[in-house]
């Protein structure tokens, strides 16, 4: 029995640790999966751009058959299927990915891709997409849209796709260097053929380099296998592989000149480029200055249109206030008539009409001169307001007052 419970104790971790095991393992699996992709699809790149040193990129390069392929794999990684109606999976293609993410970008060629008549599949049209999206030099652009709309991004993929992790942004940053190639591709060939999966060949990504010490050891037991059945066997046997080692030298330099050449060319490029932001940064500074420039005389305006308007209800306020006391002036003179007789209030009459003539005169004086932008006759405005109301004052008060209105 005690040799029991250990038993069934560690059966049951083990179980578990295996497990665990299982788990880490399925994300051992996908992380080199990952990691692979990102990295063939890297050097994919470096050999197109080497490519198109020499010749023109167009379908019958394998560099760009391999590139494509690559790049399909990356978008096809962990896609999910489509669910039909009856609750089965169907599988889907990176295009209903493609053509629902890039509706954003301006002047994209999603629509035209949809129309093409010789291309009928969903997986036809996606090739047909890195074709087109290739020579506009967008593919970057496009690629990076889809990403930032994470939304869309989710719902198309599984959790460990590679558009969903760390490595998207690497592969945006590494198609940003083919805008510098022109391609040419027929949207008619037969790489536009949907029915069977594309292949990735690793092979012109594969090398095995051999330390020195190895290299030693091969060519000793060659010359030995090579030497056994004579025995003419001299150090002047040695010379090929000296031939060799100078063929390979010149490779070398061949390879490292094709490198100066591609260097210089991306350098010549990358200056274009630069030297293009630089008009586009000074272009933006000199609107951003008339712009602001704009906005100043425009607060500038509104400050004086501000003060013209204080001016002209300062003016209305003391236009009404002769008024309510040319109104109060005419009620008193309407009581005074009343305890006068019949004769003094035709005067009175008389007198009314004059105060009447007054304040139509008042009402004729320009006072909303102001409202047509004139400002500077305010003070002479109102100097000729008080001279009026005080002769509206005066008048009645000297006849009422007067020697000649008491009654003989």
Known sequence: ??????????????????????????????????????????????????????????????????????????????????????????????????????????????????????????????????????????????????????????????????????????????????????????????????????????????????????????????????????????????????IMDENSWFNKCKRVKQKYQLTLEQKGYLEELLRLRENQLSESVSQNKTLLQRIEDSDLAHKLEKEQLEYIIVELQDQLKSYQSLDQLSAEVSLSQTSLDPGQSQEGDGKQDTLNSVSEGKEDTPSLLGLCGSLTSVASYKSLTSLKSNDCLASPTTEMTSPGLTPS
């Not at 010490?213 to 030995?224: A, F, G, K, P, V």
Request: charged residues 25%; contains cysteine; aromatic residues 10%.
């Open 1 to 242: 029995m005690a040799s029991r419970n250990p038993g069934g104790r560690s059966g049951s971790r083990g179980g578990g640790g295996g497990g665990g095991g299982k788990k880490s393992l399925s994300a051992r699996n996908a992380a080199v999966e990952r990691r692979n992709l990102i990295t063939v699809c890297r050097f994919s790149v470096k050999t197109l751009i080497d490519r198109s040193c020499f010749e023109t990129i167009d379908d019958s390069s394998p560099e760009f058959n391999n590139f494509a392929a690559i790049l399909e794999q990356i978008l096809s990684h962990r896609l999910k299927g489509q669910v039909t109606w009856f609750g089965y999976e169907s599988p889907r293609s990176f295009w209903d990915y493609i053509r629902v993410a890039c509706r954003k970008v301006s002047q994209n060629c999603i629509c035209s891709i949809e129309n093409m008549e010789n291309v009928s599949s969903s997986r036809a049209k996606g090739r047909a997409w890195i074709r087109v999206a290739l020579m506009e030099k967008h593919l970057s652009e496009y690629i990076s849209t889809a990403l930032r709309d994470f939304k869309t991004t989710r719902r198309f993929y599984e959790d460990g796709a590679i558009v969903l992790g760390e490595e998207a942004n690497m592969l945006a940053g590494m198609l940003l260097g083919l805008n510098a190639i022109d391609f040419s591709f027929c949207l008619k060939g037969e790489g536009l053929d949907g029915s069977f999966p594309a292949v990735i060949d690793y092979t012109p990504y594969l090398k095995f380099t051999q330390s020195s010490d190895s290299i030693s050891s091969d060519e000793e037991e060659l010359r030995t296998l090579g030497s056994s059945g004579s025995e003419s066997s001299t150090p002047e046997n040695l010379g090929p592989p000296f």
